[in-house]
């Protein structure tokens, strides 16, 4: 058992912070009775892009644990520590039943940290469905908005929501 490699391993997996809780609470977009603007736009395509790459930086978080969880397995081999803390003695045998705990700590901290980052991900992944979800309605109607002036002149982003509606009722009588 090389014990600075897996002392080393166990100093990184400690030394792991806990997933930041920044998103807890938050709520996605909300609809407005004003017309959209591009400004709405670009600022729903802008969450959308922040979102997807923090489903990218959690998926890199989740390599990482699992690539510290291979190390630390590599280098603590069980029965190697036993053999080596019977022939030693008394002295030894403290010393494997350290790296024991050490070895279920660090396997604990592992598993509390992935279960974090899923969480965290669960909670991004929501949001990148509300966002995705407004950026389309606000792109389908500034699209409308062009049509309608195209077609009859009309600026409808200065018209309520109400007279809109009424409007597409009429034109499809």
């Known amino acids: 058992m090389d ?7 166990y100093r990184q997996i400690m030394a792991m912070p ?10 996605g977009p909300r609809p407005g009775t004003d017309s959209p603007t591009q400004a709405d736009l670009d600022h729903f395509t802008e969450q ?9 930086d959690g998926l890199a978080a989740l390599r990482e644990i699992d ?6 397995n590599l280098y603590y ?5 036993a ?3 019977a022939a030693t003695g008394p002295a030894g045998r403290t010393t494997i039943a350290a790296a024991q705990y ?16 899923e969480q965290y991900m669960q909670v991004l992944q ?8 407004a950026r389309a309605k606000v792109e389908h109607d500034l699209r409308w908005q062009e049509y309608v002036a195209q077609r009859f002149g009309a600026d409808m982003s200065s018209e309520p929501r109400g007279f809109k509606f009424a409007l597409i009722l009429a034109e499809a009588a």
């Not at 929501?126 to 979800?133: D, N, P, R, S, T």
Request: negative net charge.
């Open 3 to 9: 014990v600075n490699a897996f002392g080393g391993i």
């Open 18 to 27: 806990s997933v930041d809780q920044t998103y807890i609470g938050f709520t």
């Open 48 to 56: 959308v892009i922040q979102l997807e790459q923090q489903l990218a």
């Open 67 to 72: 690539r510290l969880g291979s190390d630390l």
């Open 77 to 81: 081999d069980a029965a190697e520590a």
């Open 83 to 85: 053999e080596a803390a």
């Open 102 to 117: 050490m070895y279920e700590q660090a396997t604990t901290t592992l598993a509390v940290r992935r279960a974090e980052v």
């Open 126 to 133: 929501g949001q990148l469905v509300l966002f995705a979800e």
